[in-house]
């Protein structure tokens, strides 16, 4: 494992420099008129989840051309875009009402700035790798906002343009009484229909003439202003003021107020998710140790019960699990490929997802770094190839099998390769829509890099230190003639069992599910990753809990045929998380087809992925209780 992390942080330094690193390490000081730089990011917005580039719109462009700033592959993946702006902010130099630039819109630009209003698109904008935060003031209250803010609103049947930003820099200064370090950012966007003195008019040349709709101090009420700049063709100009404010906050504490910004839910909401689920695994364990102490008990006592004369005369018939002994490890006739495939590469997600939530919660992998968790998510699939070969490897060679490369073939292509091609699929149509969404050609081949040069070599490695292992050995020997399955109770059916089998998985984990997709779909900031690895444990307990129960009521039928079930009943678990995802989806407010086909595209491959951790839970738990209860009964 430490040889895995090692690797997984070089690859990290290799990919970017900065592309792993603890929160707060390297902070930036600045000194009184220092320059800050201010970077403007992609235009998103929730309702399309289209991300497209900030000067898409007709913004003002910085006087020397516009810059991209490198992104790390986590950022691409992201759809961010990081370029530098026109805005000029001198560190403890308050300015008020300094005009950016003028431009004139046409019907294009006037088209453009009202679709992206009208699908709530926002700015991001960012200081010192502190994203902004909106203070937007309305006629019944203020409310701040952190995920960027909106381009414009919409007010009855007109669009109007937030064309003046008051950017407020919150700074904190060192023990030496010089150094500063900015620990808060705001903006307060206003919509103005800016007037010059005397109904002037402004050719773009230096100096600007006076503005008489901009205040040239901080105590100036900007409601005085009545008229709002409305989306229409004409000029517009651009305005801003910068106004530092001392706060007593450090600078490793900045993130503290984004990650906490859910006031609307607390943490007792995060709690109550925890109870519930712990609440759930007791009432399981309650039932598994019924079974384990008293009918498993009872029933192998009677089982190796020597008979008397008296019961060998009458030749006593036995019933119940101990029955199928000979069958119970009878391997699955169909499909054993596709089985110990999906186990494979069931236990790759399974290490991936519990390692990079483990990452999250130590801190290693944080908010604050963009990209970071894409790219652990991306690395870590990557490295934990060789557990995928191995398992799928062994397991297959205790089935039998004889076309190892085959099943060695498929564990390393059949989900990447789905997961990748619908990837694709969807860049190309995010592309058609110019969207910064749509991942560069040099970032799609170092992914392709990643998976034929990394991933594919590692489960072949891990495929021939498994094959090179002895099959597993069964507890009891199994015979060459299968045994006739009775007649099933209709209880018994399967799609009535993965039903039960997934709703309580999904009950232990479903309120914590809302803030991880808010944070996906929302643009929100999910940091609570110490409840989430508690979650995540439950829900494995839960699904292993609930798949060693209906596995035993199979097997006291008589039907031996527990393999694929072992998979599917606790698998179910991503049916409901699937259709969670369409009521859920109803949040994004969208009526866009791309939209629609982004959301439950995405979401089919994290259910598909659910689906895998859960099964392989399910497997691993009915195979361990399988092989102790038939290790423990007297078979002649």
Known sequence: ??????????????????????????????????????????????????????????????????????????????????????????????????????????????????????????????IDNLPAASILDSEQYVTTQYTGFPVGFVEGTNTYLYNHANIILEYHTLDDGDTHRIVGFYVEPLSIKHRFAGNGKWDGSSPAPTLSTCPRDRHTDYDSFAEKHKVQNGNVVFTYSVEFKYSDVHWASRWDVYLSMNDAVPEKVHWFSIVNSILI???????????????????????????????????????????????????????????????????????????????????????????????????????????????????????????????????????????????????????????????????????????????????????????????????????????????????????LLAMLGGILPFGACFVELFFVMSSIWMDQYYYVFGFLLLVYGILIVTCAEISIVLCYFQLCAEDYRWWWRSLMTPGATACYVFLYSIAYFSRLESNMAVTYMLYFAYMGLVSLAIFLITGLVGFFSCFYFNFKIYASVRVD
């Open 1 to 126: 494992m430490l040889r895995y992390f090692g690797l997984f942080l070089a690859l990290c330094l290799v990919t970017r420099s900065d592309a792993f690193y603890l929160p707060g390490v390297a902070p930036h000081s600045f000194e009184k008129g220092d320059v800050v730089d201010l970077k403007v990011n992609k235009l998103s917005s929730v309702q399309t989840q289209l991300p497209y580039d900030y000067y898409s719109l007709k913004f003002c462009q910085p006087p020397g051309g516009i810059k991209p700033y490198s992104e790390n592959l986590g950022e691409f993946l992201r759809g961010d875009r990081i370029e530098n702006s026109a805005y000029v902010i001198n560190m403890l130099e308050n300015s008020y009402c300094k005009i950016l630039c003028q431009h004139e819109l046409k019907a294009k630009d006037s088209n453009d700035f009202q679709q992206a209003i009208k699908r709530n698109y926002h700015h991001n904008w960012i």
């Open 281 to 495: 695994v007791v009432f399981l364990a309650f039932m598994v140790a019924m079974i384990l102490v008293r009918t498993l008990n009872r029933d192998i006592t009677k089982y190796n019960r020597v008979m008397t004369d008296e019961e060998k005369a009458e030749e006593r018939e036995e019933s119940g699990w101990k029955l199928v002994h000979a069958d119970v490890f009878r391997p699955p006739t169909e499909y054993p490929m596709l089985f110990c495939v999906m186990v494979g590469t069931g236990m790759q997600v399974f290490i991936c997802a519990g390692l990079l939530i483990v990452f999250a919660a130590l801190g290693f992998l944080s908010p604050s770094n963009r990209g970071s968790l894409m790219i652990g998510m991306l690395l870590l699939f990557v490295l934990m190839g060789s557990f995928a070969g191995f398992t799928s490897a062994r397991l297959y060679k205790t089935f039998k099998g004889k076309q190892w490369q085959r099943c060695t073939l498929l564990t390393a292509l059949l989900f990447p390769g789905l997961a990748f091609c619908t990837f694709f699929f969807l860049d190309l149509v995010v592309w058609s829509y110019g969207s910064t969404q749509a991942v560069p050609i040099l970032t799609m081949l170092s992914i392709l890099c990643l998976w034929f040069g990394i991933s594919v070599p590692l489960v072949f490695l891990g495929a021939y230190f498994g094959y090179k292992r002895d099959p597993i050995e069964y507890p009891v020997v199994t015979s060459n003639i299968p045994r006739q399955i009775p007649e099933q109770p209709w209880y018994l059916n399967t799609l």
